[in-house]
């Protein structure tokens, strides 16, 4: 007879599965896909723990809903779930990109998916302006926020490293609460000089710009132990939305590293789309193009190894870092810096991405829709293929 443990198991395995098959749509989408199987359909957990379990996915960098997928097996089946979810979610979308890699290398000078990208290109550049707008109402909540990712994004422009960005939209952030907890009543640090948390923060924001600092330097053959570290620094350093990724992906291995071309990336990131699951499997379609089969294994297992760590790690200072105002102010910094991010890189692909009316047309016409109609990014990526194998190159 089987055990409790393994109907546990299997059941998670089965819905994870399932999810990473058919999760269109990005995180958002994702998350409330989870919330109606794991709040609504199977109760195994209330509104309220799912709540925070999502919270605490905001407060680590990495991949939110596979991140989140982590914390839910982790609630229902303890370390062995945490395996399991979290590996169920990546594992479809991994097998998908890897053949759409296969696919892309072996075909991808044929004209049918040379239309097929001309068109989807221009979508993805929809998608993410969309994407701008929706975060950017809720994470600059005010002027200094707003002023903060202006300043980040100009420092990015000029080129500055995107972990050096962040690390220091951080440290600014935490430097403005502790200034106005001094101007006010409160003492310096607040609830976290109460919490333990105060020499920490600073301490970690420094270490992350001295990690962007050094990973900037000399260029790297595209072997398999560099190319699982560079991954493996974007999964660790990486905040906010997964879309950020494209800033890391185009300053490391374009510019930096010479690994890929701009079209190349917007190749990865319009099979990104294309495909369900985590949009960090862009890095699987990197690897693949880079290394082979090796190399997407190498390239998967360096950006989504972090997101286990992070999840196991975090887990009991939860309720700690919820209560911590200084955490909450640095957050606010690197999702503000985060976001300067992908409106510098939005800028840069779009030139590669818009050539002509029609590919313009497609960009304003995707952003209009996900903005005005709330239609599903998979059906637009789509029609952008239909129109691109109709009207391309």
């Not at 998670?12 to 599965?17: I, Q, R, Y």
């Not at 550049?125 to 202006?150: E, K, S, Y």
């Not at 660790?236 to 930096?256: E, K």
């Amino acid at each position: 007879m089987t055990s409790a443990p393994a109907r546990g198991l299997g059941e998670l395995a089965w819905l994870f599965l399932k999810l990473g098959t058919t999760a269109f749509g990005g995180p958002a989408a994702h998350i409330a896909m989870m919330e109606d199987e794991v709040v609504g359909r199977r109760r195994w957990l209330t509104r309220e723990q799912f709540l925070d379990l999502l919270g605490a996915t905001n407060l680590i960098p990495g991949p939110n809903s596979t991140e989140l997928a982590i914390h839910v097996g982790h609630a229902r089946a303890g370390w062995p779930g945490l395996l399991v979810a979290g590996t169920c979610f990546i594992l479809p979308a991994t097998l998908i990109v890897v053949a759409c890699a296969w696919a892309y290398v072996r075909f991808g000078r044929l004209p049918e998916l040379v239309g097929i990208l001309y068109g989807v290109k221009p979508v993805v550049i929809g998608v993410v302006l969309q994407a701008l707008w929706r975060l950017g109402r809720t994470a600059l909540r005010g002027p200094g926020l707003a002023l903060l990712a202006l300043g980040a994004a100009a420092a990015n422009a000029i080129g500055g490293d995107e972990l050096v960005v962040l690390g220091a939209a951080a440290l600014l952030a935490a430097v403005a609460h502790r200034l106005w907890n001094a101007a006010g009543s409160g003492p310096p640090g607040g609830a976290a000089r109460v919490l333990g948390l105060e020499p920490i923060l600073p301490t970690t924001v420094l270490a992350a710009a001295g990690a962007g600092a050094v990973g900037a330097a000399a260029p790297a053959a595209a072997s398999l132990w560099p190319l699982f570290l560079f991954f493996a620094k974007v999964g660790s350093m990486l905040f906010g939305s997964g879309y950020v990724l494209l800033a890391f992906l185009r300053g490391g291995l374009v510019d930096d590293r010479g690994w890929l071309t701009e079209a190349q990336l917007l190749d990865a990131v319009a099979i990104g789309q294309v495909t369900p699951g985590p949009v960090f499997t862009t890095a699987t379609f990197v690897g693949y193009l880079l290394a082979g089969g090796p190399g997407a294994a190498a390239a998967t297992v360096g950006i989504f190894l972090p997101a286990f760590v992070f999840v196991a790690l975090s887990g009991p200072l939860v309720p700690r870092l919820r209560r911590s105002r200084l955490a909450g102010a640095v957050l606010d910094g690197v999702n503000a810096a985060s976001l300067a991010l992908m409106a510098v890189v939005t800028a840069q692909l779009a030139r590669s991405a818009l050539v002509d009316g029609w590919t313009f047309a497609l960009a304003v016409v995707s952003a209009a829709c996900l903005l005005g109609l709330r239609i599903n990014s998979s059906w637009l990526v789509l029609g952008g293929a239909l129109v691109g194998l109709v009207a391309g190159p």
